[in-house]
């Protein structure tokens, strides 16, 4: 007989652990978490720089936690070893490596197909970042200067002139991770850096004064060329100027194309839901980033896993 769990969750970051942890606090033990990638918490892993500062309240996001987890501030280091610890005792069944395509509803609950076949579950939630796919700007990126663009500091060297492009958190981090080494530029569309976190603009202020970074504000990138190797960036002003690399840290987007697949309704680029995150699918759930504007806190994630758990113990 083909087995049938209780819960299936997408998605190996907070809220997606947390929704499993919490559920199985309220007596559910048949729990799989899937996970695209390697290890939980990719987009920690791969977009916060080691020794990130990670708080509880996130951009003004202050959240009181409601559930059984109890998460404090920290780094990145420190939130990698909570979860760690959270999964250490194996009470949920962790897959790693399993995308999913798509999730079909059924009698009796759902099919979410993956890589090679698909497995069934009562009752499924939905838990993939934004930051999962990063957003890439509209402009085409010439072939033969693809390996000297990035969207995180993977691949970065030492003893380069290198442009992040963006206004927010991560792309100050990169640029003030950067410039130590390197040669450092930030090219950002507003006049300020006012979206960022208090921290990093006073980080990149003090990278700005002391003449580490090199601020590229009210400027526009219209096109990318290359040229003897380069990186060749084309600015809305008429001027260019060559780069050995280029860093984009522009946000992240809502897998749309996902969604709609597995007949989630979006409304403003986020996934329709009610007050207990349920998708306009009964038994289908959305949580974390995905239903936030701009991502959301790890306490807000927290806090959807439990909402979520306590309603599926209702029903």
């Given at each position: 007989?083909?087995h049938?769990?209780?819960?299936a969750?997408i998605?190996?970051?907070?809220a997606?652990?947390?929704?499993a942890?919490?559920?199985?606090v309220?007596g559910?033990?048949?729990?799989?978490?899937l996970?695209?990638?390697?290890?939980?918490?990719?987009?920690i892993?791969k977009f916060y720089k080691?020794n990130?500062?990670?708080?509880?309240?996130?951009?003004?996001?202050?959240v009181?936690?409601?559930?059984?987890?109890?998460?404090?501030?920290?780094?990145?280091?420190?939130t990698l070893d909570f979860?760690?610890q959270?999964l250490d005792n194996?009470?949920v069944?962790?897959?790693t490596?399993?995308e999913?395509?798509?999730?079909?509803k059924i009698?009796?609950g759902?099919?979410?197909?993956i890589a090679g076949?698909?497995?069934k579950?009562?009752?499924v939630?939905?838990t993939i970042?934004?930051?999962?796919?990063?957003?890439?700007?509209?402009?085409k990126?010439p072939?033969s200067?693809?390996n000297?663009?990035?969207?995180?500091?993977d691949?970065?060297?030492?003893?380069?002139k290198?442009m992040?492009v963006?206004?927010?958190?991560?792309?100050i981090?990169?640029a003030?991770e950067l410039?130590?080494?390197?040669e450092?530029?930030?090219?950002?569309?507003?006049?300020?850096f006012?979206r960022?976190n208090?921290?990093?603009?006073?980080d990149?202020?003090?990278a700005?004064?002391?003449g580490?970074?090199?601020?590229?504000l009210?400027?526009e990138?219209i096109?990318?060329e290359?040229?003897s190797?380069?990186v060749k960036?084309?600015?809305?002003?008429?001027?260019?100027?060559?780069?050995?690399?280029?860093?984009y840290a522009?946000g992240?987007?809502t897998?749309?194309?996902?969604?709609?697949s597995?007949?989630?309704?979006e409304?403003?680029?986020?996934?329709?839901h009610?007050?207990n995150?349920?998708?306009n699918?009964?038994?289908?759930?959305?949580?974390?980033d995905?239903t936030?504007?701009?991502?959301g806190?790890?306490?807000?994630?927290?806090n959807?896993?439990f909402a979520?758990?306590?309603?599926?113990?209702?029903?």
């Amino acid at each position: 007989m083909e087995h049938f769990y209780q819960l299936a969750i997408i998605g190996a970051g907070p809220a997606g652990i947390a929704t499993a942890i919490e559920s199985y606090v309220l007596g559910m033990r048949d729990i799989v978490l899937l996970e695209k990638d390697e290890n939980h918490n990719a987009t920690i892993r791969k977009f916060y720089k080691d020794n990130k500062r990670v708080d509880k309240d996130w951009k003004g996001q202050k959240v009181e936690l409601d559930g059984t987890l109890y998460f404090m501030d920290g780094t990145k280091e420190s939130t990698l070893d909570f979860f760690d610890q959270l999964l250490d005792n194996e009470v949920v069944e962790l897959k790693t490596h399993t995308e999913v395509q798509k999730i079909m509803k059924i009698e009796g609950g759902f099919e979410v197909f993956i890589a090679g076949g698909s497995i069934k579950a009562a009752y499924v939630v939905v838990t993939i970042g934004r930051m999962g796919k990063p957003n890439k700007p509209d402009y085409k990126i010439p072939p033969s200067i693809k390996n000297q663009i990035h969207f995180t500091l993977d691949g970065c060297s030492q003893g380069e002139k290198v442009m992040v492009v963006g206004g927010g958190d991560s792309a100050i981090e990169y640029a003030v991770e950067l410039c130590d080494r390197n040669e450092v530029s930030i090219c950002y569309r507003r006049g300020t850096f006012r979206r960022a976190n208090p921290t990093n603009q006073t980080d990149i202020e003090k990278a700005v004064a002391n003449g580490s970074v090199r601020p590229l504000l009210n400027t526009e990138i219209i096109e990318l060329e290359s040229e003897s190797g380069k990186v060749k960036v084309l600015f809305s002003d008429g001027s260019s100027e060559l780069f050995d690399r280029l860093v984009y840290a522009i946000g992240g987007t809502t897998p749309s194309g996902f969604l709609q697949s597995s007949g989630i309704r979006e409304e403003d680029g986020k996934p329709v839901h009610d007050e207990n995150y349920q998708s306009n699918v009964e038994g289908l759930f959305v949580a974390g980033d995905i239903t936030q504007e701009s991502g959301g806190s790890i306490a807000l994630g927290l806090n959807h896993g439990f909402a979520i758990a306590n309603y599926i113990q209702s029903l």
